[in-house]
């Protein structure tokens, strides 16, 4: 399988996916649409992944070229059926490139935080094996507002309804991360919106409580990134094999 990675920043990629692919003889290549790259052709992939960021889906005037990636999505999730995996801005334009809309964090959600599954997540198969609620690091000013016609929703908060999406059979969507490294916490946190907005939220003695939550959960990221991974891997099997 080789899976077309959309990347908004150098160091958002898929952290933790990254070994577990490689492990399973996978191939992926990465788009930096932030740095100008061109979005290639679909004929060559097997699946589309798109990552996280610091721009806002309804940045387009800032951000040209998030019209043509929306266009991108809707074009390998509606019409070619292609396997999905979207995380936080990907979850996002997931949402928008099929119709629903994206807005303002009432509340913005930034630390290690619990989500809870909807019953319709603990019945299906992406998240399959997870606990009812588990942590997750989180760090968004954005949420989905309206989900697009046939979207369920799979992980929930008191602050953010959708934190993980279903469209289709293929395509699956979260507001979350569990690929966290060791390394995740300091590199995002040295892009400048993202620390910003950590300081606006939690203080600025913040960032060392984030990164020792980070920290102290390693180990159940790593499980449970890589439950998600197999399970995805099951969604899209029929597509891809």
């Not at 928008?96 to 198969?125: F, M, N, R």
């Not at 569990?178 to 960032?207: K, P, R, S």
């Not at 990221?221 to 094999?241: C, D, H, P």
Request: with cysteine; glycine share 8%; proline share 5%.
């Amino acid at each position: 399988m080789n899976i077309l990675v959309l990347q908004h920043e150098r160091v958002e990629h898929p952290g933790s996916f990254r070994e577990y692919l490689k492990d399973d003889g996978h191939t992926w290549t990465a788009v930096h649409l932030n740095e100008g790259e061109p979005l290639p052709s679909l004929d060559d992939y097997d699946a589309l992944w798109v990552m996280g960021g610091p721009m806002d889906v309804w940045q387009e005037e800032q951000y040209p070229w998030l019209i043509q990636e929306k266009a991108f999505i809707r074009d390998a999730v509606q019409n070619r059926g292609m396997p999905y995996l979207g995380l936080c801005l990907g979850h996002q334009l997931l949402a928008e490139a099929l119709g629903g809309t994206v807005g303002p964090s009432a509340s913005p959600e930034i630390g290690v935080l619990d989500v809870q599954l909807t019953e319709v997540g603990a019945s299906g198969v992406f998240l399959d094996g997870l606990p009812e609620v588990f942590p997750c690091l989180q760090w968004h000013s954005a949420e989905i507002k309206t989900l697009p016609e046939g979207a369920q929703v799979l992980a929930t908060t008191d602050a953010c309804a959708v934190q993980a999406m279903s469209w289709g059979p293929r395509a699956y969507s979260l507001q979350f991360h569990l690929e966290v490294e060791e390394d995740t916490f300091a590199l995002w946190n040295a892009i400048d919106a993202y620390a910003q907005a950590l300081d606006d939220a939690m203080g600025v003695e913040g960032a060392k409580q984030f990164e020792a939550d980070c920290q102290n959960n390693m180990a159940t990221f790593q499980q449970l990134s890589e439950r998600v991974y197999i399970n995805w891997l099951q969604t899209g099997a029929k597509a891809i094999f």
